[in-house]
DNA sequence: AATATAAAAGATGCGAACGTCTTTTATGGA
DNA sequence: TCCATAAAAGACGTTCGCATCTTTTATATT
């Protein structure tokens, strides 16, 4: 089975809001700057996404405390302190409008821990790892570990 | 980080029409009976499928061997020598619409193997568990290792 | 051969994630 | 105080997985 397209059978993924929001925090993180706020057009510019959809994403950021905007002449947004200890698992849940996720990856619908399927126990495992990785990774986590790839990922379309 | 909640923001799952072939060739198997086919509208009324969307699904598991059909009066599906012996994976495949799965988990447009994010290799280590999972497990050991209990999953709604 | 049956096939509709466009609100500066 | 700027907010459009309905094709029975 090639790993390439096995994957394309199996959704184990994060949504595109999220990706959007990580790499507009990366993109804050790397050209911050004391008091200049960076507009929501340069990074939508640069990162080439949706403008008005990030705008979104940025609010419901800024809403939660993960960064800092202001309107208005000089407006923009900014990272504070909180942003680069997020957890990856927090943007996940800021971004994600997913309310639709069935327990049992197999969509038994009488499967539950009580009366578990046959795959209940070890695909919860292999789920609790992922979580697990969104949980204990932060975003100075990302930025730190390999930053010049990694200017590259956020820079580049 | 609650599960319940958790699991609403990281999407790991297979598609419904997966769900829907599982249940269905499961169905079949228990109710098998020599020269006796089932038809669809025995197995969506039991199991409680859209019967037209379970049709087309059906039908591709017929095209791709899993199962067969057979049109006209005393027509429907029964197993063949394959079912028993076929991977999840498989109705994965076959079942699996979605064509957009990225590489990267997190949406990295230059994350690949070359040129990794911190957290591919872990996240494709993940994935790759999942997979190995779904290609491991068969049909038939669905239908062996807790029957009791799958009966009553595969006939409930 | 004619008929009834059941899958195959195709047209159409729905809802949610994703995306675009316009209007409103807040704010720094003239 | 007025104006320009930039985020916030909301209306609207698009796409795709999911679902429904109708028509066509194949076949067992008469």
Known sequence: ??????????????????GYALRSILYLVLAHDENKRIQLSEIAGKLNIPRHFLGKVMKRLAK????????GPMGGFIINGQTLQTPLIKIAMITGESAHFDSCVLRLKKCNSQ??????????????????LLSSVTVSDLYKKDQADFIKSIANI
């Open 115 to 132: 009366q578990p399927c046959p795959l209940h126990q070890q695909a919860l495992q292999i789920r609790d790892k992922w979580l697990d």
């Open 1 to 18: 089975m090639p790993e390439q397209a096995a994957g394309r059978f199996v959704r184990m993924f994060l949504s595109k809001s999220f």
């Open 64 to 71: 939660e405390g993960v960064l800092l905007s202001q309107k």
